[in-house]
């Protein structure tokens, strides 16, 4: 599905191509800041959204944990489910991190990606290493691992009535732009 190597070109099942894509190493190396920000969201919750495509080209969004894993945004999936059969079929997602109420001033963490279903027995063993590390528990039997192969990052938050917006691609790198609501 993707090739190796730093800021790769995407393929996928949907045959859309061309879109560079990064790890979440790569990302947190050029950008480091932003990065940050993105980690603390995601641990301050443990919870990231997943926004997928069903079958019939509408939306899914579904609550996963996701952890980063040797360089590597991961999450896994019952054996499948609804969003991990979508990820298969079309690997075109979004990972929201939440929002806990509307002063939330950590703001919105949004990663545009491909999912890349993860089948390399290492990466699965590492996975839930660090999976029980976190939560006492990992997956057994059959379970749908994903990596998500970073294609834009956006950071949004609103602080003294100013709405903050920083966005982040392999190609254009970071832009900061701060707007009156």
């Not at 919870?47 to 939306?59: A, E, N, Y």
């Not at 990596?147 to 900061?176: A, N, Q, R």
């Amino acid at each position: 599905m993707v090739s190796e190597g730093r800021g790769r070109a995407s393929a996928d099942a949907a045959g859309m191509e061309g879109a560079v894509v990064v790890t979440w190493a790569e990302f947190a190396e050029a950008a480091p800041d932003l990065a940050a920000a993105g980690l603390e969201r995601i641990k301050r919750s443990e919870i990231v959204l997943v926004g997928s495509l069903r079958k019939d080209g509408s939306p899914r969004i579904s609550p996963v944990e996701s952890d980063i894993v040797d360089g590597d945004l991961m999450a896994g999936m019952m054996w499948q489910s609804k969003k991990a059969l979508d990820l298969v079929r079309d690997p075109r997602c979004v990972v929201h991190t939440t929002v806990h109420d509307r002063m939330d001033a950590m703001g919105e963490f949004k990663i545009r990606c491909r999912a890349a279903d993860v089948q390399d027995p290492k990466k699965r063993d590492r996975y839930g290493e660090v999976l029980f590390a976190r939560i006492d528990w990992r997956p057994e039997g059959q379970f749908h691992l994903f990596s998500f192969d970073i294609e834009s990052v956006t950071h949004l938050h609103y602080g003294d009535l100013k709405k903050h917006f920083t966005m982040w691609t392999p190609g254009s790198g970071l832009v900061t732009r701060v707007e009156d609501p």
